[in-house]
Each structure stands twice: as C-alpha cells, then as structure tokens.
C-alpha cells in the first residue's frame, strides 16, 4: 500500500475507563483524590527535605528527585484523564498524543535508574560508612543524577523518534494512556524495527537497573551477615528501609500485574494494569 493511501491521523479517542456514564462522578472524585494526595504527599516530601539541614545528605537528595520524577509522571498520565472525564470529550491530539508517550517513557526509566542509584547509595552507607562522606560527594551524587536523566531521555527520543516514522491506519482508538505497544497496533508500517528497539532498550531500562538493585543489595547482605549482631541488623533495616519499600511496591506491582495479565486479551485487565502502575504506585510511594 502506497503511502499517500494511509490516514493521517490529527486525532486519537482515548476510550477510559469502563465505566457507566453515571459512575463518572464518582471514578472522577475518586481519582482526583488520589491524584491530589500523591502530589501533596511528594510535595511535602520535597519540602521537608529543602528546610531540614540534618536531610542534605545523599540519600534525601535523590529521594526529592524521585518524588518529583513521581509527581511528574502522575501529572503527565492522569491530568488528561481527569479532563477527559469532567467534560465527556475523550479525544486528543497527535501532537498531545506523542507528547504524553515520551513524558511516560522518560519518566518510567528515570525512575528505574534513580532506585539503582539510590541502592548504590545505601550500599556505600553500609558497607563504606567511614569513607561515605568523601565517596557519596556532591559532584558524584550530580553526575549520577543527570545521566539517570540523560539516558532516560536518550532512550524515549528514540522510541518516539521511530515512531514518528510511522504511518497510521484509520483505526484512531487508543485504551486509556498513550502507551508506545497500543500505539504501534494502530500503524500500517512495518514496525519489526521498532519492536527490535523497544526490546532492547526495555531489557536495558529494567534488567540492568534491576541487576544493579540485586548486586548492591547482595553486596550489603553478605557486609551484614559478617557482623551478625542485632544492633547492626536493624541499623541496616534502618538505613535500607525505606529505599526497600519503594523497590518492593515498584517492581512487585510491575512484575505482578503485566506477568499475570499476560496471558489475557481482556481489556479491562489492561485498563486495571495501567492505573495501578500509573496512579496507584505512586500515590503508595
């Protein structure tokens, strides 16, 4: 098929959420509540952290980042539902529909590799804490976090530069978000070069920040266990809590959801996975 022969799509509907139309009131309150409590909570994350002096230390440092990375991605997913829901008026544009999947993808990995740092920090705390000052220096803690940034936006460029190489049949619906897989069933191209991308920069944005997690946290363990006392035990736990927490609800939400819905075609399964990695997730951390 020639080119000039595909649509040239201005315009996508974003379905929602399968509800009835005089359910919306409620979903709307619902996950505006939701929505709100996250970015207070991140808000006062930040806040707390900027005004405290004993917290302007590494480990505060790239948490602030992680909560603003958080609200980010919250703000850029669930903005444009909220909108939608309150006026009826479900349709969004190529330009707003390229713009959102970039902001997803680029906050997604940013998150992924801030929690790989932030394991190398602890590590450092725990196994180095004599030498944890001069190690975990103010430039070295800058460097990790803009190349956590540059390599997120590097990685999403290139997805959504492939993309923007598509050409789009008539079908216009998209799910719920603008997800870069529900966006490439809609092409009329042929996408083996895409789909070879997605692979690869996928397996680098989750399994090498997730090697990372692993490899510190065995490193802390085996650092842990050569001192077996109790009081070490729980200055660890201490140290490590918080930062386990978040890897936990992180990866354990991901893994759970899309590995269980894998198998299934279901659309409200689909539906039920996008907002508990995008709204629910978040509002937990």
Partial sequence: ??????????EYLLLGLPVHLVQQGMYFALFLGMYLTTVLGQL????????DPRLHTPMYFFFSHLALTDIS??????????????????????????????????????????????????????CHPLHYAMLMREELCLCLLAGSWLLSCASALTDTFLLAQLSFCANNIVP?????????KLSCSDISLNELVIFTTRAAAVILPLSGILVSYGCTGVSILRVPSTKGICKALSTCGSHLSVVSLFYGTMMALYFFFSSSQSFDKDIIASVMCTVVTPMLN
């Fill in 44 to 51: 006062l994350i930040i806040m707390l952290i900027r005004l």
């Fill in 1 to 10: 098929m020639r080119r000039e022969n595909h649509s040239s799509m201005s």
């Fill in 176 to 184: 719920l978000f603008c997800e870069l897989a529900d966006l490439l």
């Fill in 73 to 126: 991605f919250l703000s850029v997913m669930v903005l444009k539902m909220l909108m939608n829901m309150k006026t009826q008026d479900h349709s969004i544009s190529y330009a707003g529909r390229v713009t959102q999947m970039y902001f997803f993808l680029f906050l997604a990995c940013t998150d992924n590799l801030l929690l790989s740092v932030m394991a190398y920090d602890r590590y450092m705390a725990i």
